[in-house]
């Protein structure tokens, strides 16, 4: 299958990500997916989303589910699902301070304490304007931390 255009492809940076491992997952998919008989893809870790880009693009599929344990994450992808650019124009906003800053680290730290500090138990039934500032700066994070991996811990 040829596609048209920009290709989708995972915009945030996730250990076990799948990416190159994409074409042996495709070989070792039933043949039912490529002839259109499986019409549901159900993804419980969608991490970096490697796979849940490919399938979408490649596959004509009715329904799609992702999930994932990380409410976090699942912001990111509510918030590009709902609203792409309220994001984008705050990632603009994010990168434009911080190639403008001559402290890029201490920019760093400050958005990390700020995103830390705001944890909070978000409920994920309906977007919320809200959630662009905070899935801006997981993505902002993760594309400028070290090596460009997200990870929680007690620090």
């Given at each position: 299958m040829q596609l048209?255009?920009?290709?989708?492809k995972p915009f945030i940076k996730w250990a076990g990500g799948k990416t190159q491992l994409l074409p042996e997952i495709q070989a070792?998919?039933?043949f039912e997916i490529g002839v259109g008989r499986i019409k549901r893809y159900i993804e419980p870790f969608i991490g970096g989303g490697a796979v849940f880009f490919s399938f979408a693009q490649f596959y004509n599929l009715e329904e799609i589910i992702i999930s994932d344990i990380n409410t976090e994450l699942l912001i990111v992808y509510k918030t590009v699902k709902e609203d792409v650019e309220g994001l984008i124009e705050q990632l603009n906003r994010l990168k434009k301070r911080f190639f403008s800053n001559a402290e890029r680290e201490t920019f760093f730290y400050e958005q990390r304490d700020l995103?830390?500090?705001?944890v909070s138990e978000i409920k994920l039934t309906h977007f919320r304007?809200?959630?662009i500032p905070r899935a801006a700066?997981?993505?902002f994070l993760n594309r400028t931390c070290f090596n460009g991996?997200?990870?929680t811990n007690s620090k």
């Open positions: 048209v255009g920009t290709r989708a070792r998919l039933p995103f830390n500090r705001n304007a809200n959630w700066q997981f993505i991996f997200y990870r």
